[in-house]
C-alpha cells in the first residue's frame, strides 16, 4: 500500500507488482488484492479503478468526484469505521485461540 500512495494516479499491472514486491505470483485478483489491504465495498469503488489487468489508486477525491461517483462522504467514513472495527476483531479472536492453544500446550 505504500508504493501505491508514494504513486497515486499510476497505472500498475500484475508484473509491477510482482517487481516492488506487493504481490509474488504473477496470477493476481485485483478485487482480492484491493479487499486485502483494506479497502472494500464504497472504499473499493471510490479510491480503485481497475481492470482485468491493470489497478490505479485514487490518493485522494473531491466531493464532487465522491458525488459524480454516486457516494456521499458519510459512506466513505462509514465504510472506513467498519473496516477498523473488523480488522480489531479479527485481531482479538487470533489473540483468544492464541491463548488457547498456549494453555493447551502448557498442560499437556
Known amino acids: ?16 507488482l510482482i517487481e516492488m514486491g506487493v504481490q509474488k505470483t504473477v496470477k493476481i485478483d485485483f478485487n482480492k488484492f484491493i479487499c486485502n489491504i483494506g479497502f472494500r465495498n464504497t472504499l473499493r469503488e471510490a479510491f480503485f479503478s481497475h481492470t482485468k489487468n491493470h489497478i490505479r489508486f485514487k490518493k485522494s477525491l473531491t466531493y464532487a468526484q465522491l458525488k459524480k461517483q454516486g457516494f456521499t462522504p458519510q459512506q466513505i467514513v462509514n465504510d472506513a469505521k467498519e473496516y477498523i472495527e473488523d480488522r480489531e476483531n479479527r485481531k482479538k479472536k487470533r489473540r483468544k485461540i492464541f491463548s488457547k ?6 498442560q499437556s
Not at 500500500?1 to 509491477?16: I, R, S
Open 1 to 16: 500500500m505504500n508504493y501505491l500512495n508514494k504513486h497515486p494516479n499510476k497505472e500498475f499491472g500484475q508484473m509491477n
Open 101 to 106: 492453544n498456549k494453555t493447551d500446550i502448557t
